[in-house]
């Protein structure tokens, strides 16, 4: 499983992409495990506006995933 982080998600972690195996079977477990792994990325990834893409489409709520799943960590948006 792919995980990316971009903005100051990637600045928080230290790293902005990581492959992580055994994959997790859900985006509700992912988030879970990498806040086990860093609680300050954990804390950034629960804060508000912070969307998830599973295989490039926004996800709202929980999702399944696979082995091959690709997910990434958008921190809020601003702009007008």
Avoid: C, H
Wanted: charged share 20%; proline share 6%; glycine share 10%.
């Amino acid at each position: 499983m792919r995980v990316l982080l971009f903005g100051p998600l990637s600045d928080i972690a230290g790293w902005r992409e990581q492959i992580l195996e055994p994959a997790s079977a859900t985006l509700f477990a992912l988030r879970e495990r990498l806040a086990a792994m860093d609680a300050a990325l954990g804390a950034a990834l629960e804060g508000e506006g912070v969307q998830a893409a599973v295989d490039k489409a926004l996800v709202r709520g929980d999702a399944a995933l696979s082995p091959t799943s690709e997910v990434a960590f958008l921190p809020p948006m601003s702009g007008g």
